[in-house]
């Protein structure tokens, strides 16, 4: 018998959060506002691309172990345990805005009704899983302390893979000063902590469970991303010296990620970290260490370089093209990274926006992305091949797999010029040049062979040892 549990918001998180607990049996009911969202959940689709999500949604509902409300009361009396997953965008001082949060807390405790478990999964600045105790405790009085429990639950989810990133998660955080509530959380995440998966075949390892106080979590949860960004930043930076040296940042990330102590995982030169997570949780502990009067340099030091990569591209296609008034510019891939539709801080976007403001044309391919708002001069193409027509540079900005399977002489065909700028490292340059292209990289120092790890002996490969020929 499963929990019964109320998910508050049904974005990136919170439909995931939602598909996915009762897909391992739980009771779940989903809060959503929006009538043209709540529409498309009800009908068994998330109102965004997520591989595998769809296929969730539609098995929950049909087994009656999902449903989707914009009741919020009725949700409350339904259930025992609430994930709180509304969004917790930068505010204008760099912290994160909590106002959807505090909403959301004013309501839970208006329709409190029994005991619940209230679980923080935004990312929310460090110490909102006290203040939100304190915030109900205010509106219900002392006496409703005993009527709830808080605990953060940061969520590790990539676009592109959140269905598995949940579902076979590296660990799993609790955070909570009340032990009843603690050991709660902990039931409801059983069957992942245990593996117990239905659909799945063949044993997987039981998952870490960290329980922690609240500020504790919080804090993994920043922590984390940080350094996921801060190791893009480093080979970013690492990348710049090689093209200063001739050296090649493919084999020297190659040969560092050998090194089980560093792991080959995010030291991808290219063209920088984008999204709305790396950016955002930066930005908000920058702003929290500042408010302690510390000045955090390698914080501030990861976005400064991030910022600078888009430049650098930019700076890079003005070298060889010259000029980029009236230039021709073919960008491939425009989400901020592939298997998304999203755009949110997407550095491909930056960069188009730049050549754009310099007076170059920009034509753009994405095969997820059907419409691009926030930069209207963009001209979207239904291929990769009517993208670069009469180009004079191609930029590979989003590492898509397809874009592999292009056929480059087409490709070269097609074009006024002939400048291949690959700002993510995905193509052999070799295979490039033999197209009838110039092929530039980032940090590739002249670069004309791919990397090449020969293994004398036998070795056990995890995702953290991954070295191969791109």
């Known amino acids: 018998m499963g929990e019964r549990v109320a998910v508050i918001g049904s974005g990136y998180v919170g439909s995931v959060v939602a598909a996915c607990l009762a897909h391992v049996g739980h009771d779940v009911v989903g809060v959503e506002s929006n009538p043209e969202k709540l529409a498309t959940l009800r009908s068994g689709a998330a109102p965004f691309h997520e591989p595998g999500l769809d296929n969730l949604i539609t098995s929950g509902l049909a087994h009656r172990k999902l449903r989707f409300t914009d009741d919020f009361c009725d949700a409350m009396d339904s259930s025992d345990v609430v994930f709180v997953c509304v969004g917790t965008p930068p505010g204008p001082d760099g912290d994160a805005d909590t106002t959807a949060i505090r909403g959301v807390t004013v309501a839970i405790a208006q329709n409190l009704r029994h005991y619940h478990v209230i679980i923080t999964k935004s990312t929310v600045p460090i110490g909102t899983g006290f203040w939100l105790g304190s915030l109900i405790e205010d509106i219900l009085g002392p006496a409703g302390r005993d009527r709830f429990g808080v605990v953060s639950n940061p969520e590790f989810l990539r676009e592109g893979s959140a269905v598995q990133d949940f579902l076979h998660p590296d660990r799993v955080v609790l955070g909570s000063d009340d032990p009843k509530a603690q050991e709660i959380a902990a039931t409801v995440y059983r069957p992942i902590l245990e593996q117990r998966i239905p659909g799945d075949i063949g044993k997987r390892d039981v998952v870490p469970l960290l ?34 040296v001739g050296a090649d940042i493919t084999e020297v ?26 950016g955002k949780d930066l930005s908000a502990l920058i702003t929290t260490a500042n408010e302690y009067g510390y000045r955090p340099r390698i914080l501030e030091g990861a976005v400064s370089v991030n910022e600078s990569q888009r430049k650098y591209v930019v700076d890079q296609l003005l070298g060889h093209l010259k000029t980029l008034r009236g230039a021709k510019v073919c960008i491939l891939g425009l989400a901020f990274k592939p298997h998304t539709d999203d755009l949110r801080d ?88 033999q197209a009838g292209f110039r092929y530039v990289g980032i940090g590739r120092g002249g670069a004309t062979t791919p990397p090449r790890v020969i293994a004398h002996r036998e070795q056990p490969r995890n995702a953290d040892q991954g070295v191969g020929v791109r």
Do not use: H
């Open 253 to 278: 990330t190659a040969g560092m990620g050998l090194d089980t102590r560093i792991g080959g995982r995010f030291l991808d030169a290219g063209l920088g970290w984008g999204g709305s997570c790396f």
């Open 346 to 433: 997407s550095p491909a976007l930056d960069v188009a926006a730049r050549l754009i403001g310099k007076g170059a044309f920009v034509a753009a391919y994405d095969p997820m992305v059907t419409a691009v708002p926030d930069v209207p001069d963009i001209r979207l193409m239904p291929d990769a091949i009517r993208a670069a027509t009469g180009a004079d540079a191609i930029v590979l900005a989003t590492d898509w797999p397809q874009f592999l399977t292009v056929r480059l002489t087409e490709l070269r065909r097609s074009m006024r010029g002939d400048l291949f700028f690959d700002s993510r490292n995905n193509f052999d340059p070799i295979l490039v040049e």
């Open 211 to 244: 329980q922690t106080k609240l500020t504790t979590a919080e804090m993994v949860k920043y922590a984390s991303n940080a350094f996921l960004a801060t190791k893009i930043s480093f080979a970013n930076e690492i990348a710049r010296l090689c093209d200063f």
